[in-house]
């Protein structure tokens, strides 16, 4: 189905540009999304193909271009994003969280700073990648035509993690909480997906906050 030799930027003669970051979602009804970065760390773009039978290139999800500035005032206009693999749920609507990742070492708010992320990016898909919707169910962009910008603020869900912080995506979530009535509507909603841990908790509870992140 595909070659992942060095260098190598076709699949089965389809050409598709550079890739690192392959991540593979299964469709509901069994085709096949590749998700991949194109180009580098801090100016790439997170790109789309499809395997039904054949190999289909969709473009581009993300944009790395547009001008982002800071809160001490640096400015960036080039950027990457980190995706954690999307997901589905029961009803099939596929679900991706990621951060925004700045060229700029303008913008890191501290001397010494790793890298430069910020934000925690969510948006929705109920057309397979196809479009995206922010969590009030509004279109935010479309893939291959429009790509997901760091301008579109509302897919943003926190008010801004400080690029101080090397924020960061991986492929196990914890879930805690006190609330048992969000967390069973959310499992119920997500399965018993392995790259997620729900816990019932207190964050006074020492003990269990130790189980939550055991070998994270």
């Known amino acids: 189905l595909f070659d992942f030799s060095f260098g190598a930027e076709t699949l089965a003669g389809v050409v598709i540009g550079n890739m690192t ?25 997170l790109r789309l193909a499809e395997y ?12 790395s271009t547009g001008t982002w500035t800071a809160w001490n005032g640096g400015q960036s206009t080039a950027r990457g994003f980190y995706w954690a693999p999307p997901l ?3 009803a099939g609507v596929l679900h991706m969280v990621g951060t925004w990742r700045e060229s700029n070492p303008a913008v890191l708010c501290a001397p010494g700073s790793p890298i430069a992320n910020h934000h925690t990016v969510y948006v929705h898909s109920d057309d397979d990648g196809r479009t995206w919707w ?16 760091v301008a579109d603020t509302s897919a943003l869900v926190d008010s801004g993690t400080d690029t101080r912080y090397a924020l960061q995506v991986y492929d196990r979530v914890c879930i805690y909480s006190r609330g048992e009535h969000a967390q069973a509507a959310m499992r119920a909603e997500f399965g018993d997906h392995p790259n997620l841990r729900w816990f019932v908790g207190d ?6 906050l130790d189980r939550a992140f055991a070998g994270a």
């Open 21 to 45: 970051y392959p991540t593979f979602t299964t469709t509901p009804d069994g085709r096949l999304l590749f998700w991949y970065r194109n180009g580098g760390s801090s100016n790439g773009r």
């Open 52 to 63: 039904d039978g054949a190999w289909t290139l969709l473009g581009d999800v993300t944009s």
């Open 88 to 90: 589905y749920d029961a």
């Open 134 to 149: 922010n969590n009030a169910g509004t279109q935010v962009a479309e893939t291959g035509v429009d790509p997901l910008s």
């Open 203 to 208: 964050v006074r509870d020492k003990e269990r």
